[in-house]
């Protein structure tokens, strides 16, 4: 799969049940056999293993339709495979937790897959975190 928007989470956005400026938006990474559905909506629906705690978006910035922000260091456990971060609107509760954006691919379009040794990490991003255009 190539980093994408989950539709659900498109139609929460239109719905206005998701509010970029006021939500706690998170970004979780996972482990093992976490594979994109379109048809997932929220966290508990993503299968693998969670790869350490998520991560709050913090300053965030919405211009032109973009959204920016800042992402703290992640920590994964030591030794092990870290294969997709997901976007999602933190709810504290998975089964709430609205899923935004699947990014499973690297600025130059490798896989982001990479194997932990338990240091911090920041994942940089090139342009805004979430966007929204096209007709």
């Known amino acids: 799969m190539a980093n994408t928007r989950y539709p659900l989470g498109l139609e929460a ?66 030794a092990t495979t870290v294969v997709v971060a997901i976007l999602y609107v933190n709810t504290g509760v998975d089964s709430t937790s609205q899923l935004l954006a699947w990014l499973d691919k690297r600025g130059d379009g490798s896989d982001l897959s990479f194997l932990s040794d338990g240091t911090a990490l920041t994942l940089n991003w090139n342009g805004p975190i979430y966007s929204i255009g096209g007709l």
């Open 13 to 78: 956005i239109m719905r206005g049940e998701v509010d970029f400026e006021s939500d706690t938006l998170s970004i979780q990474l996972y482990s093992g056999a976490a594979l994109y559905n379109d048809a997932h909506d929220f966290l508990n629906d993503i299968a693998g293993s969670k790869a350490g705690s998520p991560i709050t978006l913090t300053g965030k910035d919405i211009t032109g339709g973009k959204l920016t922000a800042a992402i703290g260091p992640f920590t994964p456990p030591a």
